[in-house]
């Protein structure tokens, strides 16, 4: 690994214990040890080893349990991943507002290093293995197993989701771009708000990231020229980083040539403008050109914000229950390695946990009615907000009878199709020890290298007559209820090696206009039970889901049909004796797998809409001062890779906000 306890992330960890060491400066800041104050600049001084580290924090922690069990804040959010470092940083701007953040991980460039810094390592951190028997990396991962998926061959299926600061944004494939016209334009109808049309959330879109055009002289690759519409970027936005690798794998530029071949030609404009549909394109990422490192929330948010801000940040903090008086939201109890105590928000608390944690959050809530109680007393009852027979199923009294808390649950799965080729891949030169050297050197003296890349490029598609004639009119009714412009299918590319050290290409399908949907409950009253989670893959009773997948099987094989001079041998997977419809939804329901891209199991939508869970501005329905700000609140999920959208969403909700605030937050 290249990261060691010298190195700038480790030393950020470490100076929060010299700069707090008195139990004045504890008492003030709340739990400090482990507060994101520690990002700020790093202090001189000796660098003992983490495990002392740890252990002092441990002292500070137990410190504070008996100085003050709870802490005040104007605003509380409740997850420090994608969405909730986003809108807690943009809250805290003003300085007349205290806001905290309750994150149950720690840091990624400690728990996980260069799996997470590094972007061409991601794919190998074991932890993202989708068997229910996996590496398990507790400090990064809940560890959520599924449900046996009938449409899977009744496997279990684990699904990573990240637990540290940055959540899903440390650990996903960094790949950036927005959805189209026609599904932000379903959004406004769905919630009879204008605001989510796309030229209207444009303006957040450009707010939350700042563009980098690429560097040819590091890509070093003439056919992998790039276009972009630039006018879908501003030059004020950021602080998050989008850019574009500075290094290309020479097998995905042959893949682009075999998407042009099968009608998917390059986009002229990128995938920010609003358009997808047949069309390929090299894909920007959340990479910050000038090192080369993954540009998380935590890394570009949360820096910017512990920088001019007042923001706090509880780390190992899992969160138990939201609080209520009566039916205004006004805390959240939480608990520390054991040590239970509240923090209270005297105008907003935002549940950012998740597409399995938020709903499984809102379900467990409780009441009290003075937060001022020492969090050892029990407190005086429980409430929950959902579906009224589930809590009432857990003896949970109902405080707000919401039918679509933890339904409508949309997944993307993946399948892939795959053949050895007759070229250098970035997968097969990174398994050389040898080439090791060569690479670390590449991406330590210029930010370039195999080390420095992972996204190359995707394409998006309806399925095309040809194969479309071959649909029941049964599974051709929902998918048309898509808008027109939404894809069914996105296509990406990837390279690994064969177990004989060739280089293995990879075209990967992903359904993105789902019609199967899933659901997560819970299994008891307790929090830290995990969350019941079915993604209902591949169930719909139209089969409109597995027809489109065996299309898209047949879709890579025509693909990889036109390169034929670069591939050696017969197709890996799924394999030459995989040939009729039913062969091939065999296969595809033996071997997929998540992307990780579930969503809208809080979904928002109008007054009155029965599986509706929050309102256009993200407040739950029911109750007061609550709201839900991740992808769990989005009514669907948009087509490709969401977390574009969700720096959006989190940009837009935190202006509503500051809006609905009146003049607190007037600059």
């Given at each position: 690994?290249?990261?060691?306890?010298?190195?700038?992330?480790?030393?950020?960890?470490?100076?929060?214990?010299?700069?707090?060491?008195?139990?004045?400066?504890?008492?003030?800041?709340?739990?400090?040890?482990?507060?994101?104050?520690?990002?700020?600049?790093?202090?001189?001084?000796?660098?003992?080893?983490?495990?002392?580290?740890?252990?002092?924090?441990?002292?500070?922690?137990?410190?504070?349990?008996?100085?003050?069990?709870?802490?005040?804040?104007?605003?509380?959010?409740?997850?420090?991943?994608?969405?909730?470092?986003?809108?807690?940083?943009?809250?805290?701007?003003?300085?007349?507002?205290?806001?905290?953040?309750?994150?149950?991980g720690g840091f990624y460039e400690v728990d996980n290093g260069n799996y997470s810094v590094l972007p061409g390592l991601y794919p190998y951190s074991?932890?993202?293995?989708?068997?229910?028997?996996?590496?398990?990396?507790?400090?990064?991962?809940?560890?959520?197993?599924?449900?046996?998926?009938?449409?899977?061959?009744?496997?279990?299926?684990?699904?990573?989701?990240?637990?540290?600061?940055?959540?899903?944004?440390?650990?996903?494939?960094?790949?950036?771009?927005?959805?189209?016209?026609?599904?932000?334009?379903?959004?406004?109808?769905?919630?009879?708000?204008?605001?989510?049309?796309?030229?209207?959330?444009?303006?957040?879109?450009?707010?939350?990231?700042?563009?980098?055009?690429?560097?040819?002289?590091?890509?070093?690759?003439?056919?992998?020229?790039?276009?972009?519409?630039?006018?879908?970027?501003?030059?004020?936005?950021?602080?998050?980083?989008?850019?574009?690798?500075?290094?290309?794998?020479?097998?995905?530029?042959?893949?682009?040539?075999?998407?042009?071949?099968?009608?998917?030609?390059?986009?002229?404009?990128?995938?920010?403008?609003?358009?997808?549909?047949?069309?390929?394109?090299?894909?920007?990422?959340?990479?910050?050109?000038?090192?080369?490192?993954?540009?998380?929330?935590?890394?570009?948010?949360?820096?910017?914000?512990?920088?001019?801000?007042?923001?706090?940040?509880?780390?190992?903090?899992?969160?138990?229950?939201?609080?209520?008086?009566?039916?205004?939201?006004?805390?959240?109890?939480?608990?520390?390695?054991?040590?239970?105590?509240?923090?209270?928000?005297?105008?907003?608390?935002?549940?950012?946990?998740?597409?399995?944690?938020?709903?499984?959050?809102?379900?467990?809530?409780?009441?009290?009615?003075?937060?001022?109680?020492?969090?050892?007393?029990?407190?005086?009852?429980?409430?929950?907000?959902?579906?009224?027979?589930?809590?009432?199923?857990?003896?949970?009294?109902?405080?707000?009878?919401?039918?679509?808390?933890?339904?409508?649950?949309?997944?993307?799965?993946?399948?892939?199709?795959?053949?050895?080729?007759?070229?250098?891949?970035?997968?097969?030169?990174?398994?050389?020890?040898?080439?090791?050297?060569?690479?670390?050197?590449?991406?330590?003296?210029?930010?370039?290298?195999?080390?420095?890349?992972?996204?190359?490029?995707?394409?998006?598609?309806?399925?095309?007559?040809?194969?479309?004639?071959?649909?029941?009119?049964?599974?051709?009714?929902?998918?048309?209820?898509?808008?027109?412009?939404?894809?069914?299918?996105?296509?990406?590319?990837?390279?690994?090696?064969?177990?004989?050290?060739?280089?293995?290409?990879?075209?990967?399908?992903?359904?993105?206009?789902?019609?199967?949907?899933?659901?997560?409950?819970?299994?008891?009253?307790?929090?830290?039970?995990?969350?019941?989670?079915?993604?209902?893959?591949?169930?719909?009773?139209?089969?409109?889901?597995?027809?489109?997948?065996?299309?898209?099987?047949?879709?890579?094989?025509?693909?990889?049909?036109?390169?034929?001079?670069?591939?050696?041998?017969?197709?890996?997977?799924?394999?030459?004796?995989?040939?009729?419809?039913?062969?091939?939804?065999?296969?595809?329901?033996?071997?997929?797998?998540?992307?990780?891209?579930?969503?809208?199991?809080?979904?928002?939508?109008?007054?009155?809409?029965?599986?509706?869970?929050?309102?256009?501005?993200?407040?739950?329905?029911?109750?007061?001062?609550?709201?839900?700000?991740?992808?769990?609140?989005?009514?669907?999920?948009?087509?490709?890779?969401?977390?574009?959208?969700?720096?959006?969403?989190?940009?837009?909700?935190?202006?509503?906000?500051?809006?609905?605030?009146?003049?607190?937050?007037?600059?």
């Open positions: 690994m290249l990261m060691d306890p010298s190195s700038k992330p480790f030393c950020r960890l470490l100076a929060v214990v010299w700069r707090w060491k008195d139990a004045d400066s504890i008492k003030t800041l709340g739990f400090a040890a482990f507060s994101a104050r520690c990002l700020g600049p790093q202090l001189p001084g000796p660098k003992p080893n983490s495990n002392l580290v740890l252990a002092y924090a441990q002292v500070l922690l137990a410190f504070q349990y008996y100085l003050e069990k709870t802490a005040d804040f104007y605003a509380e959010v409740v997850g420090g991943g994608t969405a909730g470092i986003t809108i807690a940083s943009r809250l805290a701007e003003n300085p007349s507002v205290s806001v905290a953040v309750v994150e149950a074991p932890f993202l293995a989708a068997t229910a028997v996996y590496p398990q990396q507790p400090l990064m991962d809940w560890g959520l197993i599924s449900t046996p998926q009938a449409g899977a061959q009744n496997r279990k299926i684990h699904y990573a989701q990240g637990k540290t600061l940055s959540g899903s944004s440390a650990v996903n494939a960094m790949a950036y771009h927005r959805g189209t016209t026609g599904c932000y334009q379903w959004w406004a109808n769905l919630t009879s708000d204008k605001s989510y049309t796309f030229p209207n959330l444009l303006p957040y879109f450009r707010k939350s990231c700042r563009f980098t055009a690429p560097n040819y002289t590091k890509r070093q690759t003439p056919n992998a020229t790039v276009k972009f519409d630039s006018s879908a970027f501003s030059a004020a936005g950021g602080p998050l980083q989008v850019s574009y690798s500075n290094w290309v794998d020479p097998a995905l530029t042959w893949l682009q040539r075999a998407f042009a071949s099968i009608g998917l030609p390059r986009s002229n404009t990128g995938f920010n403008s609003g358009s997808l549909l047949g069309r390929t394109a090299w894909i920007p990422s959340t990479i910050n050109p000038l090192t080369g490192e993954r540009s998380s929330s935590q890394a570009s948010f949360l820096e910017q914000a512990i920088s001019h801000t007042n923001i706090i940040v509880y780390t190992q903090a899992q969160a138990t229950k939201i609080l209520f008086d009566s039916a205004v939201a006004n805390g959240v109890a939480v608990t520390t390695n054991g040590v239970p105590y509240i923090i209270s928000a005297s105008k907003e608390v935002i549940v950012s946990a998740g597409v399995f944690h938020s709903p499984q959050l809102l379900m467990l809530s409780g009441k009290a009615l003075n937060l001022k109680i020492y969090a050892s007393q029990r407190l005086p009852y429980n409430v929950g907000i959902g579906p009224r027979a589930t809590l009432e199923k857990y003896s949970i009294p109902v405080l707000s009878d919401l039918a679509g808390v933890g339904q409508n649950l949309w997944d993307q799965l993946l399948f892939s199709v795959s053949k050895q080729v007759d070229l250098p891949s970035q997968g097969q030169f990174l398994a050389e020890p040898q080439n090791i050297v060569r690479a670390t050197s590449e991406f330590l003296n210029s930010a370039s290298g195999p080390l420095s890349s992972f996204n190359g490029m995707i394409a998006f598609e309806k399925i095309p007559q040809a194969l479309r004639r071959n649909f029941t009119p049964a599974a051709l009714a929902p998918l048309a209820q898509f808008p027109t412009d939404w894809p069914e299918v996105e296509y990406a590319t990837g390279t690994s090696m064969t177990a004989t050290g060739g280089s293995l290409a990879l075209i990967e399908a992903a359904l993105s206009a789902p019609v199967s949907r899933g659901n997560v409950t819970i299994s008891s009253a307790d929090m830290t039970t995990p969350p019941v989670i079915n993604m209902g893959w591949l169930t719909d009773p139209a089969s409109a889901d597995a027809q489109v997948a065996v299309a898209a099987v047949k879709r890579m094989r025509e693909a990889f049909s036109t390169i034929q001079n670069i591939t050696i041998g017969q197709e890996v997977a799924p394999g030459s004796s995989v040939q009729s419809d039913d062969e091939i939804l065999a296969y595809i329901r033996n071997t997929s797998v998540p992307l990780y891209h579930a969503g809208a199991t809080c979904a928002m939508g109008k007054q009155g809409d029965p599986n509706a869970v929050v309102d256009p501005k993200a407040r739950v329905f029911g109750v007061q001062g609550l709201r839900v700000v991740d992808l769990s609140a989005v009514p669907f999920v948009p087509p490709g890779h969401p977390q574009a959208t969700v720096y959006m969403l989190a940009e837009k909700i935190a202006d509503n906000i500051r809006s609905d605030t009146g003049p607190l937050f007037t600059a």
